[in-house]
């Protein structure tokens, strides 16, 4: 199955042009996200199967592993393809216990941005998202010096990541903003307010843990339903929904399982009827 010609398409910054449906690079990394995968081998298939699949925006981070993403990105795909879009954050620190740190001051979003590039193999970083904003930082000194980078040419596009409309109104002032990425799903929706800032100044938004990791609580029965009607698993039906939502979602769904990726893409050629989509959008 061949996502191309069966997902519609995003212009990130009104000019570079994505399919919606695109892959969240977390999962080929170790157990909890920390250290190499137990099979290399086989996160770069995944990769390959994820191009061949005519996926075309890849989403990673320097945190997951950290590192051993966005170098499995590069061993399996460059030369990257002409039309792929490789995204990836900064501003989180892993440790070995797994903890989360926010990191936020320009000096270390540099220091970043030069490390994912070599990681990466390039010279201009597609899309470069804030992880997370840094309550020891000034918002605007980080998101400023991400457009510093911008203009220097380490970083063509700039996004956000976990941030409030408040935020977002902030980072404008400063910056063209492409994107931004916030945990939001069928089953959680506390960021509606920002999807529909993003819908209002055509910003994408990228829904992060899309999936509820398959736990869909007390939406599964009306999910489970739709989901019988069109052959398909809740999963399916969830990333149908995400994609028919708001025109500016680019769900991520993320697999260490080629069954699991092919399974993801076959979602983007499903259409809920209006009766569907607003069921599911009442839950």
């Given at each position: 199955?061949?996502?191309?010609?069966?997902?519609?398409?995003?212009?990130?910054?009104?000019e570079?042009?994505i399919?919606?449906?695109?892959?969240?690079?977390?999962?080929i990394?170790?157990?909890?996200i920390?250290?190499?995968?137990?099979?290399?081998?086989?996160a770069?298939?995944?990769l390959?199967?994820?191009?061949?699949?005519?996926?075309?925006?890849i989403d990673?981070?320097?945190?997951?592993?950290?590192?051993?993403?966005?170098?499995l990105?590069r061993e399996a795909?460059?030369?990257y393809?002409?039309?792929?879009?490789?995204?990836t954050?900064?501003?989180?620190?892993?440790?070995?216990?797994g903890?989360w740190?926010?990191?936020?001051?320009?000096?270390?979003l540099?220091?970043?941005?030069l490390?994912?590039?070599?990681?990466?193999?390039?010279?201009?970083?597609?899309?470069?998202?804030?992880?997370?904003?840094?309550?020891?930082?000034?918002?605007?000194d980080?998101?400023?010096?991400l457009a510093e980078?911008q203009?220097?040419?380490?970083?063509r596009h700039?996004?956000?990541?976990n941030?409030?409309?408040?935020q977002?109104?902030?980072?404008?002032?400063?910056?063209?903003?492409?994107?931004?990425?916030n945990q939001?799903?069928?089953?959680?929706?506390?960021?509606?307010?920002v999807?529909?800032a993003?819908?209002?100044?055509?910003?994408?938004?990228?829904?992060?843990?899309?999936?509820?990791a398959?736990?869909?609580g007390?939406?599964?029965?009306?999910?489970?339903?739709?989901?019988?009607?069109?052959?398909?698993?809740?999963?399916q039906?969830?990333?149908?929904?995400?994609?028919?939502?708001?025109?500016?979602?680019?769900?991520?769904?993320?697999?260490?399982?080629?069954?699991?990726?092919?399974?993801?893409?076959?979602?983007a050629s499903?259409?809920?009827?209006?009766?569907?989509?607003?069921?599911?959008?009442d839950?």
């Open positions: 199955m061949s996502l191309r010609n069966r997902s519609d398409t995003f212009e990130l910054d009104g570079t042009t399919h919606r449906l695109g892959y969240g690079a977390m999962r990394t170790g157990e909890d920390i250290g190499r995968p137990d099979d290399e081998e086989n770069r298939q995944v390959h199967e994820t191009i061949a699949a005519g996926v075309d925006f990673t981070a320097d945190s997951y592993g950290p590192g051993v993403s966005e170098r990105i795909l460059a030369p393809p002409e039309d792929l879009v490789v995204a954050k900064g501003g989180l620190l892993r440790n070995t216990d903890d740190k926010p990191r936020g001051d320009p000096d270390y540099r220091n970043a941005v490390a994912s590039r070599d990681r990466l193999g390039v010279e201009t970083i597609d899309l470069y998202q804030f992880h997370r904003p840094d309550p020891e930082t000034p918002f605007e980080s998101v400023h010096a980078m203009d220097e040419g380490l970083i700039v996004g956000l990541s941030v409030s409309v408040e977002l109104e902030t980072a404008r002032d400063i910056v063209d903003v492409a994107t931004v990425q939001y799903n069928i089953a959680n929706r506390e960021d509606e307010d999807l529909q993003c819908e209002e100044y055509d910003i994408g938004f990228i829904p992060w843990f899309p999936l509820a398959g736990d869909l007390e939406t599964g029965a009306v999910i489970d339903d739709v989901a019988a009607t069109h052959d398909a698993t809740r999963q039906i969830a990333l149908a929904w995400l994609l028919q939502h708001s025109p500016v979602t680019l769900p991520i769904p993320g697999t260490s399982s080629v069954g699991h990726l092919k399974e993801n893409v076959e979602a499903i259409e809920l009827t209006d009766d569907e989509l607003g069921r599911l959008s839950l």
